[in-house]
């Protein structure tokens, strides 16, 4: 199934115990997962605890990686993700991220840089999907994946009610769904 | 959740994936994860799915001290030789494990082999492993496929705070590898790394909750015993 996988023969060797590969995956993938982190925190400190955390999940778990049910980079990336929202799920709930200063500019709803970025044939075919939607679902979905904002956070973000945004993500995700089976047939 | 439709659990799972399943919703899915195969199955495609939007983003690498803390949490990538020698390196206690894996071959011929909790699972060879204390033991049944399964033989659930966690031994000169936490109520399946091979032991040690926060065995080593059985091979 994953033909263009440079992670998870690294993945694999760490699962051996080789820290040599462990720290070469480490290397290749690092800059991708802590712009995921600060994505999803917008706080340095924050980021920086949840990319540790998540290294050290991925080289703890490595053993259950399993590369036919998909490619390591995938797998690496949800760690990432889960470690970042873990952390933002337990923050102060007066502190509302959007107020920091060190906010970054990334693909939150404009599909073009994300279809020019994406690499393997997998991302594309879900870029390709991703196109399909209607904008507000494509935007909507792509606010909480890579900035974890909650259905009102964008409902706020976009100054419309939730049950609008609600019904956006459930028909967006649906129609990925769809797509994704088609294009897998 | 049994009548929910296909959809729906599709659905269900592509929201916990993406996040907007939170709080006692995002637990009771967690629950419901735990013994359903198919709902697994669709975390798993949504997770490889969405995951690929990871590869998007513009790089931004992050500051070098993260991987100086790493690296002392794991080890450091340069060889074993400049690793700190602890408990695992010693060689009297390696020499132990194998008089005491020795040992234990004589108490598997009386064993009963558990009954497996799914029925396709073909156990070929199994490993006690005993506390020499009080006689309680974990038994590891390992199938041809390099799955594994382990349950408690009358351990006793551990201190509060803590929690059990499953080691792969490799050798003298290696260290332990982590197979995860393991529960005194339920069995529990797992697949072997690649680095299994015929010959290795296994261990269980006592950490803090959730496993070692190091990698590496922190906590007493309570149960130790080696694979006994035909090989496969």
Same mark, same amino acid.
């Given at each position: 199934m994953v033909t263009d996988d440079p992670i998870g023969p690294q993945l694999e060797a760490a699962a051996r115990g080789d820290r040599a590969a462990f720290a070469a995956l480490y290397r290749q993938t690092s800059p991708k997962l802590f712009a995921l982190s600060m994505s999803i925190l917008r706080r340095k400190d924050w980021a920086e605890e949840a990319h540790q955390e998540a290294y050290t999940r991925i080289w703890r778990s490595a053993?259950?990686? $399993?590369?036919n049910k998909g490619s390591g980079m995938s797998w690496i990336v949800t760690i990432a993700r889960n470690a970042a929202l873990s952390k933002l799920m337990r923050?102060?709930?007066?502190?509302?991220?959007?107020?920091?200063?060190?906010m970054l500019h990334l693909p939150?709803? $404009?599909?073009t840089p994300i279809e020019a970025a994406m690499r393997s044939s997998d991302a594309r075919r879900l870029a390709t999907c991703l196109g399909e939607l209607e904008d507000e679902q494509k935007k909507s979905i792509l606010l909480i994946y890579y900035q974890g904002l909650t259905q009102r956070e964008v409902a706020d973000h976009l100054g419309r009610p939730i049950g609008t945004v609600k019904s956006w993500v459930r028909r967006g995700l649906l129609r990925l769904r769809g797509c994704l089976d088609s294009e897998d047939a | 959740m049994k009548t929910l439709s296909t959809e729906d659990r599709s659905q269900l799972a592509a929201e916990y994936v993406l996040g907007t399943l939170r709080g006692p919703a995002r637990v009771r899915f967690e629950r419901l994860v735990e013994d359903d195969a198919h709902l697994w199955q669709e975390v798993a495609f949504w997770e490889h799915r969405l995951g690929t939007?990871?590869?998007?983003l513009p790089d931004l690498a992050p500051p070098s001290h993260i991987w100086t803390a790493i690296e002392a949490e794991i080890g450091p990538?340069?060889?074993?030789?400049?690793?700190p020698r602890g408990l695992w390196q010693s060689a009297p206690l390696w020499r132990g494990l194998t008089a005491l894996a020795v040992g234990l071959a004589a108490v598997l011929l009386v064993l009963t082999v558990l009954p497996a909790t799914d029925p396709a699972f073909q156990p070929v060879q199994v490993a006690t492993l005993q506390?020499?204390?009080?006689?309680s033991a974990w038994l590891v049944q390992v199938a041809a496929d390099g799955t594994a399964e382990i349950a408690s033989i009358g351990a006793a659930a551990p201190p509060s705070g803590r929690s059990y966690e499953l080691w792969l031994l490799r050798g003298a000169d290696q260290a332990p590898v982590s197979l995860g936490v393991t529960s005194t109520q339920t069995p529990r399946r797992l697949v072997l790394p690649a680095?299994?091979?015929?010959g290795t032991g296994f261990a269980v040690s006592v950490e803090p909750e959730g496993g070692s926060p190091t990698g590496?065995?922190?906590?007493?080593?309570l149960f130790v015993g080696g694979l006994v059985g035909p090989t496969n091979n």
């Open positions: 053993h259950r990686y $399993d590369s923050r102060p709930k007066d502190e509302f991220a959007g107020n920091e200063t060190e939150s709803g $404009d599909p | 939007l990871g590869e998007a990538a340069t060889g074993a030789a400049q690793a506390n020499e204390a009080d006689g680095s299994f091979v015929q590496a065995p922190t906590g007493p080593v």
